[in-house]
C-alpha cells in the first residue's frame, strides 16, 4: 500500500503555524515516514502524545531531535530559544508536568517566548499573590491544573490579559480524566476564560500562537 | 387509610436534633397533619424544601409560623436568637440564597448562632481577603457555591476550621443542577473538606449541629 | 436585611472591562437594586440571561434601557456603534440567535465593533466559502453552532485569527443541552480552536475583549 | 463439555449474507473449532476483533488466511478482488485505520467492491473538496472518524448517495473512547445520514451489503 | 435586520431531495417568512418538530397546509399519494406515533410511497412472526422503539433490507429520553442495522430515500 | 494485626443459604485463612470472582477444591450433581460464559438442579423458539445477555416463570462494560422480569435460590 | 385510520396475567377505545401512569372504575379484597406513596393479597426491627425506596424471601430522577435481591405474580 | 532545571496540620527530592498514594520510613502511638483496607488517637448493633465502605457524633469506581452525614483533625 498520509504543506501559509504531528494511535513506522517526509521538505516537525516506546525509536532514528518523555513530545530540530515574555505557563506543582511541557515544546517549536511558573496552586493561595506583578509582564496566560481546577477562576479575576485553561487528567475518584477540571473551567465565574480539551497542552500553544500572530499582524 | 407517618420522637435524645420534615415531595394534607401531631406533643417542627403553594397552605393553616420563600422553608414556632459566633454560612452573592437561608434557618430552628457572609465570590478575591479576620472568629465554616464551586478550596487553604462545602444549583450549561460544583469540592486540593449533596443547606446544618454538640459534650 | 450584594467597582481597572450582572437567578428587586446603585454612580450596566418576566420589569422601571428578548439581556444606556471590523460572531442559522446576541450586545456595551454573520452552516458549506474573504478582515472570530458543532472545525482549517468556539443547545434527542456540540468543539481537529460554556456568549465576548484590549496595549 | 456453539448456517439465505465470529471475548480454542467447523462444511469465515495473541495461534493454525493485525480480522480463505466502485470508505488519516480495515476486509469477504479513501480531514477541507467528483462515482459512502466526527456532517451536505457514518474511538480527553465523534455524527445537521456503533466498521461494511443486495434485486 | 435566513435553493439538485426547515428553536414568525419565501418561489415546503401553538398559527395563516399535531409536523401543499410499497415504518404500538408520523409525513412530502405497520412489539412476538410475508414486500425498512429498543435486533435477523432504527423518547426511569433504545440499536447483535439521532422520524425518512434513489439511479 | 473477618455463620439459619466469599478485592492470604476457618468449622465454602493468579494459589493449597477458570469461581469441596430441572441458565453463546458458570457453581454449590442452554441469541430466533417446550420444564428462568440485552425481553413475553435477567459486559463500543444490556433489561416492555447487577451471576443464582426455597417451604 | 391497538389477548393463557395498558404516552381516546374493547370482550382492564388530566376523563367516562391519583392507576372494575398474606409492598415513609399504590393496585388487579407497610426507613432502624416477625409471614417482599435507596440491603441480610426491590425517584441533588437508588439497589451486599425500573411499581407486582404463580403450580 | 516545588512550611501554622505529599503522579525522584527538603528542615512527612514500584524505592532511600503497602502510603519516621479514643474507622470488611489505612496512618501522622473496626456491614446488621456502645465513646467517626454505600445511612441513624463518609472503590458493574457509593452516601436519608471524594482516606482524617483541633481550643 502507498504511504496514506498526505501533509497539508499549504498550512502555514493559510494559519500562520505548521501542521503537527498527532502520535498517540499511529504507527512508529507511519511517523518515522512522516519525519522523513519532512527532512525532505526541509522542514522541521513535532510529533506529541508518543507513548515510550514510540519515543525511544524516534530517538534512535533521528539522533538530533529533542525528546520530553514527561509529554511524550518529540521535536525533529532543536529551535533557539526566545527570551521574550509572551506566554506564562502557569501550574500547581509537579504532577502537571506533561501537559505544561507539551505547550512549552510546542511554543519552542513556533518560536515563541515562553515560561513555567509552576509553584502557584489555590490551597496555598499567597503563593499566586507574590507573583502577580511578574505574571503582569506575559501576554498571554495558559493556566493548567486538574483536580478541581480552581486556578483560572482566581487569576482571571487578578489580571487583564487573555487566558487559556487547560484542565489535566491528574486526580482520582470523581477527577480521574479531569472532566471535573473542564467541567470547572467551563463554568467559572471569572469572566473571558477560554478552556482547552483535557491535557490539550498543544492546542493552549496554538491558541496563544494565534492571538500572538494577530498581536504581529 | 390511617395516617401513614411515624414521627421518630426519641430523635433528639438518641441523635442531639430532633427529625424535620422533609416537604417536597409530601401532599399539603399529610404535612398539616404531621404538624398538628407535634403541636400535639408540644413541639416545634420544621418543613423543607417545600413549594410556593404548598408554603402558602401552611402559613394560612398555621399563622405563628415562620416561612422563608427563597428556601422553602417552614417553622412552626419562632425560636429566640442565639447571637454567639458558632456557625458561619459563606456564599459568594445572592444567588446562594435559597441554600444558605436553608442552613440558615434549620441553624436557627436548633438553637444554634449563624451569620451569613455572602459578598466573597472567588472572581474578585480581595473582598474574600478583608474578611479573613472575622471568619476566623466562628467554629465551624459552612461554604456555599454554585458555578465551578472553587470557593471551599480557597478558604480551605486560609482557615483551619471544620469546613462543610454545599454545592448549590446555580449555573448553566454544563453546571446545569451543581455536578460541576459538587465534584469541584469533593475534588479539592485543599485538605479535609468535606461535602454534602446539591443545595442540602440542611444537611450542612445539621453536620455542623452534630460538632457543635462535641464541643459542649 | 441590608443590601447583599457588593459590586466588584474596581474590577475594569483591574481587568479592562466592568462588572456583568448575571440575571437568571437573582430575584428581580435585586436587580433593580443593583441597577439603581449603578445609576447613582453614574455607570452604565449589563444584565444577562433574564427570563421574559423580569425583562419586562426593568423594561417598565428604567424606560431608557435596552432589551434583546431572544438573548434576555439588558443595557441600562445605549452605547454609540463603532463600525470598527473587530469581531465576527459567526452562526449556521436563526436557532442560535439567542447565542449570538448574548455576545453582539455584551460587545456593544464594551464599546467593541461587532457583526453577525448567520447563514453559513456546514450542511452547505459553499455559504461558508463565499464568505472567507469578509471573515479575514476581522481580528477576533466567535463561532456559534448547536447540534453536531461543526462549524468552528471547519472555520479552523481555513482562517488564521483566534477563535472563540461557543455551543449552543439548539438540538434534540443526543444534542439535546448543547453537551455534544461542545464536546465537539474541545475534541476538534482543527488547531488552537478555545472554547466556552453553553450558550456562553458574554463569556466569548469578554474573551474576545481580553485579547482586543491586548492588541490595544 | 459439548462444543457450545451453534451456527445459523442458514443466514445466507435468510438475510443475504453469512455469520460473522466476533473473536474478543471467545477463547482462541472455541474459535479454532468454530473454524473447523466452517471447514468441515466447506465455507469460507470470518473472524473481527481479535486480540494479537488470537491472531496469532490463527495464523500459525490456519496458514493459508488472510490476518489483518491493524483491525484483528481473520480471514480463513482468500477472495478474489472486485473492482468494481460500489463502497467508498473515507477517512481523514493514519489513525482511523483499524476501523478503515475491519470495514474493508468484511466487504472483501463478501465479495463487494471497496476502496480506501483516507486523506481527507475537514481541518483541511481542500483535500476533500478536490476528490468530490471521485467520490460521486461510488453507490455508499462509509465515513470513518474520531475526534469530533465532522467528516460526514461536510460529506452529507455535499454527496448524495447513502451515508453510513462510523464513529472511531481515536481521540483524547472528551474524545476518548469514540462518545464525542458518535454523538456528533447522531446529531448532524446534515440530512439522511445514518451512524453505527463506535469501531462497527463491520456493521457499517453489512449495512452497505443490505444496500447493494437491494440494488441487484 | 433583514431576514436572517438563507434557503439552499440548490439542494434538490446537489442532493436529491429538498432542505426541510427544522421549526422547534425558530419563532414563529421566521417560520412564516420562510414559508412565504418558498411561495414566492413556487415550492412546497416541510416543517418539523413544531410546537403546538408554532402549528396553531401555520394553520391559520397556510390554510391549504397539512397538519399533524402528533409529530408537530406542517407541509404547505398536500402531495398526491404513492402506493407504491417503498418504506415500511414498523413500531410497536400507539406510543411511538409521534416519531412514525414524522417519518411517514417527510416520506410523503418526498413523494415516496410508505406504510405504517404498528403492532408488532417483542413482548408478544407472534404479532411481528404473522406479518413477515408482508414486510418482506418493502424496499426499505424504517423501524421505530422506545423503552429498551429491541424490535430491530429481532427484525435485523430475519429480514434482508436495509434497515433504519430510530430510538424513540418513550419511556420512563432509566428509559427516560430514549438514550437506552438508542444505545441498545447501536450495540444490536443483528447484523447491518443503521441507527438516527432519537426521534429523528425525519432523519430516517431521507435516509430511505438516499437509498430509493441510488435505487432508481 | 488479628484477622479482620468475621464469618456470619448464621446465615444459613436466618436466610436460607451460607455466606459466599468475594474475592476480588482480597488479598490472598486473607482468602486462605478464611477458608481455613471454614475447614476448621467443616464447612464447604465458594469464593466468586478471583483473577486467575488467585485461583492458582487456592488450587495449590486446597488440592481437593473445585475451580472454574472462566469465571474465577473456586470451591472448597465437590457438592452431588443435582438432577431435578429447577433453574435454567439461558444466554446467546460462546462470549458470555463467565457469568453463566459463575450462576451454574453457585447453584450447584447450594445444591440446586440448574442446567445451561446457550446457543439462543435474538439474531436468529428460531434458535429459542425451537426450545421452548425444554424450557417450560424449568421452576426459574435465569437469561444472561450482554451487547444490547434484547434475550430477556423476547423470553419474558413468552415464558410465565419467575425471570431473573443478568446484564454481562460483553460488548464493544456503546456496549462497553454492560450498562447498556442493564438498562435494556431494565427498561423491558415485557412484564416482571427482574434485573441483577452487572456480570452478578452469583446474584441471579442467590435470587433463584430464594424462590425455589419458598417454593420448599 | 382504523385503530391502532390490538390487545393480546392470549397472554393470560401464555403468561398467566392479563395485559396491562402503559397509559402516559397515549392519547386518552386511545385509552378510551381500548378500555372499550375490553368492556366489549367482558374483561376487566388496568391502565397506569396515567395524568391527572387524563385519569379525569376516565373517571367521568367509566364511572364504576377505581382511580389512584397517586399511582395515576385506574382500573376499569374493583376486584374483591384477598386477605391471605402473599406480598409485603414495604416502604420508608410517604413520599414512596406514587410506587407503593402503583404495585398494590397491580397486586389487587391479579386478585393477589397485599399488605403496605411503610415507616420503616433505615434512618430509624428500630422501626424496621420492631416488624421483623409481622415481615416473615409474607411469601414476597416488594421493597420501595428513594434517596440513597439502603432498605433493600438491610432487608436483604434479614429476612428469607424473595426480594424484589423497587427504585423510587423521590429525591433531590444527586438523587433526583432515582438513578442513586437504583445503582444501589443492583449494587447491594446484602445476596439475591432483584431489581425493576425506577418508578416500575407495576413490573414488581408482576414479578411477584409470577414467583405466586409458580407457587400455586 | 532547579526542582520545581515550594513545600508550604507555614501550613501547620495556618491549618494546624502539615502538607501531605500526594505522591501518584509525580516522578519517584521528585518525591526523593521533597522527601530530602523535609529531612533538612527537621521534620517528618507523608506520602500517599503511591505505586508499589514508587514504594519499593522509598523504602530502600529512606530505610527508616513506615511503610503501608495496602494503602500505598510511606511516612519518613515512626510517630508514638497515641491510645486515645478520638477517632474510629469503621467498615464492612476487609476489601476496604486500602481506604482504612490511608486514614489510619494519616491520623497517626497528626498524632490523633485511631482505632480500626471493620466486621460491620449492613448485609449482617447484628454485628454493627453488638459494637453500638464501643462506637459510642469516639469523638468522630469515619465510615468506609463501597458497593452500594449503605454503612453510614445507618450509622448516621444510630449515633449522633460527627460523621465522615468515605466512599471505596470497591465493588463491579455498577458500583466499578466508587460513584455509587460516593453518590448514595451524598443522598443519604440520615441526618448530618458529610463525605470525601471516592478512596480520600486522607482527607477524611485531616477533616477529623480539624474538628478535633477545634476541640482542642
Same mark, same amino acid.
Given at each position: 500500500m502507498m504511504p496514506n498520509? $498526505?501533509?497539508? +504543506? =499549504? !498550512? +502555514?501559509n493559510r494559519l500562520g503555524f505548521s501542521e503537527v504531528i498527532f502520535?498517540?494511535?499511529? #504507527? /512508529?513506522? &507511519?511517523i518515522v515516514a512522516i519525519l522523513n517526509? +519532512?527532512?525532505a521538505h526541509n522542514k522541521n516537525a513535532l510529533v506529541t502524545k508518543l507513548q515510550a516506546s514510540q519515543l525511544a /525509536?524516534? %530517538?534512535?532514528?533521528? #539522533?538530533r531531535g529533542i525528546? &520530553?518523555?514527561? #509529554?511524550?513530545?518529540?521535536?525533529?530540530?532543536?529551535?533557539? &530559544? $526566545? =527570551?521574550? !515574555?509572551? /506566554?506564562?505557563? /502557569?501550574s500547581a506543582g509537579t504532577s502537571d508536568i506533561h501537559v505544561v511541557n507539551e505547550a512549552y515544546y510546542t511554543l519552542?517549536?513556533?518560536g515563541t517566548g515562553a515560561d513555567r511558573i509552576s509553584d502557584v496552586g489555590v490551597a496555598g493561595i499567597h503563593r499566586l499573590m507574590n507573583r502577580l506583578d511578574e505574571l503582569k509582564t506575559f501576554k498571554v496566560l495558559i493556566i493548567v491544573a486538574g483536580f478541581e *481546577?480552581?486556578?483560572? #477562576?482566581?487569576? *482571571? *479575576?487578578?489580571?487583564?490579559q487573555p487566558i487559556i485553561a487547560v484542565p489535566s487528567d491528574v486526580g482520582y475518584g470523581v477527577a480521574t480524566?479531569? %472532566?471535573?477540571?473542564?467541567n470547572a473551567m467551563l463554568a467559572s465565574c471569572a469572566n473571558g476564560i477560554t478552556v482547552v480539551n483535557i491535557n490539550n497542552g498543544y492546542g493552549a500553544a496554538v491558541a496563544a500562537t494565534r492571538i500572538l500572530n494577530q498581536l504581529k499582524r
Open positions: 498520509f $498526505n501533509i497539508d +504543506h =499549504d !498550512r +502555514h502520535g498517540a494511535s499511529k #504507527s /512508529v513506522e &507511519d517526509d +519532512h527532512i /525509536v524516534l %530517538q534512535e532514528k533521528f #539522533s525528546a &520530553d518523555p514527561a #509529554s511524550g513530545i518529540f521535536m525533529l530540530e532543536e529551535v533557539p &530559544d $526566545n =527570551d521574550t !515574555r509572551e /506566554v506564562a505557563i /502557569v519552542k517549536f513556533m *481546577g480552581a486556578l483560572p #477562576s482566581v487569576v *482571571g *479575576g487578578l489580571l487583564p480524566g479531569g %472532566q471535573v477540571a473542564l
